[in-house]
């Protein structure tokens, strides 16, 4: 099993200001998801992070906005750049171990004023 | 149209009764996961399925490939199972998931 935790578990930034997000995996793993989830809202992927490339984005999110980095196989970050109210949601950091299995983080829940 | 949907949006039980979660898609699969987001946020896969059935304490979730069609259920439910409930398929390449909009489960006392 994969245990993974997120820092902060919650904030409140203030509109224009940005919040990185970390997660951290207690093991080694090769892809790392980033989600969203807006308040009544499922899940939405923004990006998939890759040890050493860069991250691939899902339509509708781009890398200006939500810069990821991914230094090594069990850290990577989510910045939200320039926020808006429209950016509170929950983030979650996710992992995949194998074809089978998918591991969750805490999730952190950001409200933008 | 969503290509992952969920049946009930909002479901209400009293402590003990069967609970069943219904959960269609739309394209293929290489596996469907069943996920519990608690108040905080957090989220527990509860299982991931390619095929038959799985049964883990209380709850059971099954799938029909065939039908594009799984279901979680929870027998005896308690208080403590309220929750939303989550299905997600993965696709038949990699590991992305794409995520039923849930179903709030509240099981009263």
Redesign the interface.
């Known amino acids: 099993s994969a245990v993974i935790s997120q820092k902060p578990s919650r904030d409140i930034c203030q509109r224009g200001t940005s919040l990185t997000i970390q997660c951290q995996v207690d093991s080694q793993v090769t892809?790392m998801?980033w989600y969203r989830?807006q308040p009544g809202?499922?899940?939405?992927?923004i990006a998939?992070a890759n040890q050493g490339s860069e991250a691939t984005y899902e339509s509708g999110f781009v890398i200006d906005k939500f810069p990821i980095s991914r230094p090594n196989l069990t850290f990577s970050t989510l910045t939200v750049s320039n926020m808006s109210p429209e950016d509170s949601s929950?983030y979650?950091c996710?992992v995949?171990q194998g074809?089978?299995?998918?591991?969750?983080?805490?999730?952190t829940?950001l409200t933008v004023l | 149209k969503n290509e992952v949907e969920q049946s009930p949006q909002n479901l209400t039980a009293q402590e003990g009764e069967f609970i069943t979660i219904n959960c269609s898609y739309s394209v293929g699969i290489s596996a469907l996961h069943w996920l519990q987001q608690h108040p905080g946020g957090g989220i527990v896969s509860l299982f991931m399925l390619s095929s038959g059935k799985k049964k883990h304490g209380r709850l059971i979730a099954t799938i029909n490939i065939q039908e594009k069609h799984s279901s979680l259920h929870i027998t005896a439910s308690h208080p403590r199972d309220s929750a939303v409930y989550i299905c997600a398929r993965r696709e038949t390449s990699g590991s992305r998931l794409t995520f039923g909009e849930g179903t709030q489960l509240t099981v009263n006392p």
């Open positions: 892809m998801f989830q809202q499922s899940l939405t992927l998939t929950i979650l996710s995949g074809p089978d299995t998918q591991y969750f983080g805490p999730g829940r």
